[in-house]
């Protein structure tokens, strides 16, 4: 066992951090207020493959590990929150799938431009109606001669505004017990009758991009199923396995940045004539979020060690993805409680941290859905 | 063109650093490529990818400075060596550094070597030029511009405290590089994955026909300490000709400089 990373992860930890520092953390208070997605620093993390990070060279990618995937996603959520979440799901959610599902036609074709950072991709899963009951999907997806006609609606897409095709989730039958059978389609976002809307006014991750997408008739032609017509549920339960090693990820890189601005105002602030930090009661604080912290840390390591060895990682990954995203939230409330009123003024940048990690407890499986995986996991 | 560039792994100064027994405490602090050495490592490539030819990035260190080298290397060099002396010297200065280097330099045929103007950390900025002396070729510090003609014309902009100085000089050529010369690239990923692959060759002093005797240093460290801790300020008050008074008083009895 080695808990120590190799040169290339810490190489890539460094690159990202600096990156993170000068081109997004000075801005990420702005995106925030003005709930402005990045789209430029998008481009530039293309030229730098941070978007095909985890791919092989052969489709664009860099051929690094998920362990250099969930570095990278980490130091940019210690950046911005949303910024982090757009990343995730752009690497995740819109291009992953393609790379584990797709035909080689389907790879070079929408991987390709996606891993070299020409193209955003993102994934339509939910829907008004079916969120984490995602088999209660009611989008159909209809054959006709050589297409597919698709109807219907999803709501809280990441990136859709910017990407260049979703693989949208849709009914296209019953099983012989009568359950719906889900099926991935990639639909370009310029098809006729598709409809992408941005009017979401967000709680937090302002700086990423959240979509409301509707289909009316839209055609595609039946060569853009993804993977199994038959097996679209499964595909997804894999994808979000994946995803969920980067919103701990993310969790982890927020959770960071709150409790360093923590650290450094209780050596700063002086109250009864001293610096709050000689205070126990703010030392214990500021000892369990750092433990906390690596504890998630480590976690999100040993899911993403294991997706890297081929092994089962399912309920490693909700571990994670659990212990990372109510940890965090936990980490960001004491950040704001160690900076008091202060901590309470937008002006001292860690209400924002709360109000971004809030959605790690929501997204890609809300924290009562990873204890049902657990669970689920242990045999129960 | 056979470009070499000098580089040094040094703590990050921005980082905060502690001393035990007389020496910077290396435990927990973070280190990094000496900020000026990135701007030759940029200047080197660019350079490289205008004219042809190879960039080799060499470095006096322990095993430590791999990871500098690969982050060179991933930024776009294309080979690097390590010089590996610290089993054999103990005490090493800007003499023992540049007498290695310099020997190092001396069969490689250089036409243009890049180092930074200065180290971060020791500050003396002496490792180019001297490098320069003892392979007898010109050299230029501190430059903010770099061109090279077809014919092998150099001009260079040289920063002096502020004001510009324009130089024409030849390849062989040494130069350090100051803050303004370019805006060091990030390495890409494919960059770094590609590193590893890159050669990394390693040296001691042996395989450069040196002793012990040649590099040992000729300056003694007496004492490192932290700065003195700035004290608060303070400003004076009341009227103007009793400022300066007041003023005159505390230089002469206070700070003693006057
Ligand atoms: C900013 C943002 C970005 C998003 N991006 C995407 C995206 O890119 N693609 C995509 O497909 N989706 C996306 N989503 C949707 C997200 O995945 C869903 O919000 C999430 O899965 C939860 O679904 P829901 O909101 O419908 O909640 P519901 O499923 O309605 O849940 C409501 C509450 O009931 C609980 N609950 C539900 N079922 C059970 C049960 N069986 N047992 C116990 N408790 C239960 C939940 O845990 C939750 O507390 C995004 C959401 C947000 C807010």
Redesign the interface.
């Known amino acids: 066992m080695d808990f120590s990373l190799t040169?290339?992860q810490?190489?890539?930890k460094?690159?990202v951090r600096?990156?993170a520092e000068k081109e997004i953390a000075p801005y990420a208070a702005k995106w925030d207020e003005e709930a402005h997605f990045p789209l430029h620093v998008f481009r530039k993390m293309g030229?730098?493959?941070?978007l095909?990070?985890p791919f092989p060279?052969e489709y664009g990618g860099?051929?690094?590990d998920t362990i250099s995937y969930a570095i990278a996603v980490e130091e940019i959520g210690r950046a911005c929150g949303g910024t982090g979440l757009s990343y995730a799901a752009a690497v995740s959610l819109g291009a992953s799938p393609i790379y584990y599902f797709g035909t080689e036609e389907q790879k070079q074709t929408w991987l390709v431009p996606m891993a070299k950072g020409e193209t955003l991709g993102a994934f339509g899963l939910t829907e008004p109606n079916a969120g984490s009951d995602a088999g209660g999907t009611r989008t159909t997806a209809v054959l006709d001669g050589d297409e597919y006609v698709i109807n219907g609606e999803k709501c809280w897409i990441t990136n859709a505004q910017y990407a260049r095709q979703v693989i949208v989730t849709a009914v296209t039958g019953k099983d012989a017990r009568g359950k719906n059978i889900i099926t991935a389609l990639i639909v370009p976002t310029d098809s006729l009758g598709f409809t992408i809307r941005s009017n979401y006014d967000k709680m937090g991750v302002r700086a990423s991009n959240t979509c409301e997408l509707v289909f009316e008739n839209v055609r595609v032609p039946k060569e853009n199923v993804l993977g199994d017509p038959q097996k679209g549920f499964n595909q997804f339960l894999y994808t979000l396995d994946g995803g969920r090693i980067s919103i701990a990820a993310l969790a982890v890189g927020i959770a960071q940045a709150a409790f360093e601005k923590a650290l450094q105002y209780a050596k700063e602030r002086i109250q009864f004539g001293q610096p709050i930090s000689k205070f126990q009661a703010i030392q214990f604080k500021l000892a369990d979020m750092a433990m906390e912290i690596e504890l998630a840390r480590n976690m999100v390591y040993k899911a993403a060690w294991l997706k890297d060895q081929g092994k089962s990682f399912t309920k490693e990954a909700s571990f994670a993805k659990l212990f990372a995203s109510e940890m965090g939230f936990r980490v960001c409330n004491q950040a704001i409680q160690i900076h008091g009123g202060y901590g309470y003024m937008k002006e001292y940048g860690v209400e924002r941290h709360l109000r971004d990690i809030k959605l790690m407890e929501i997204g890609e499986g809300t924290s009562e859905i990873q204890r049902l995986v657990i669970a689920r996991q242990l045999g129960c | 063109m056979n470009i070499f560039v000098l580089m040094k792994r040094t703590f990050d100064t921005e980082e905060k650093i502690s001393i035990a027994n007389g020496k910077i405490n290396e435990e927990g602090a973070e280190f990094i490529i000496n900020p000026y050495d990135e701007y030759a490592i940029e200047e080197a490539i660019q350079v490289r990818d205008q004219h042809g030819g190879e960039v080799t990035v060499v470095t006096v260190g322990n095993e430590e400075a791999?990871?500098e080298l690969?982050?060179a290397l991933?930024m776009g060099c294309d080979k690097a060596v390590l010089i590996n002396i610290d089993d054999d010297v103990e005490e090493q200065d800007q003499h023992t550094v540049a007498k290695v280097l310099a020997e190092y330099l001396k069969d490689k045929n250089p036409d243009l070597i890049l180092a930074g103007n200065v180290a971060i950390d020791g500050g003396s900025g002496q490792v180019g030029p001297r490098v320069a002396e003892l392979l007898g070729i010109p050299y230029v510090t501190t430059i903010t511009k770099l061109e090279i003609a077809d014919g092998g014309k150099v001009t260079v902009v040289r920063d002096v405290e502020g004001d510009e100085e324009i130089i024409e000089t030849s390849l062989p050529l040494l130069v350090t590089a100051q803050q303004g010369l370019n805006e060091p690239r990030?390495?890409?990923?494919?960059?770094?994955?590609k590193?590893?692959k890159k050669p990394l060759d390693e040296l001691e002093l042996d395989d450069l026909d040196l002793d012990e005797d040649d590099v040992e240093a000729k300056t003694k460290t007496i004492e490192v300490f932290l700065p003195p801790k700035r004290e608060a300020g303070k400003i004076l008050q009341g009227e103007l000709a009793d400022q300066v008074k007041e003023l005159v008083h505390l230089l002469r009895s206070e700070a003693k400089v006057v």
């Not at chain 2, 390495?187 to 994955?193: D, E, K, Q, T, V």
């Open positions: 040169k290339e810490q190489m890539i460094e690159m600096d990156f030229e730098l493959g941070l095909g990070l060279e860099a051929g690094g | 791999e990871k690969r982050t991933a990030y390495p890409s990923l494919p960059g770094i994955m590193a590893k």
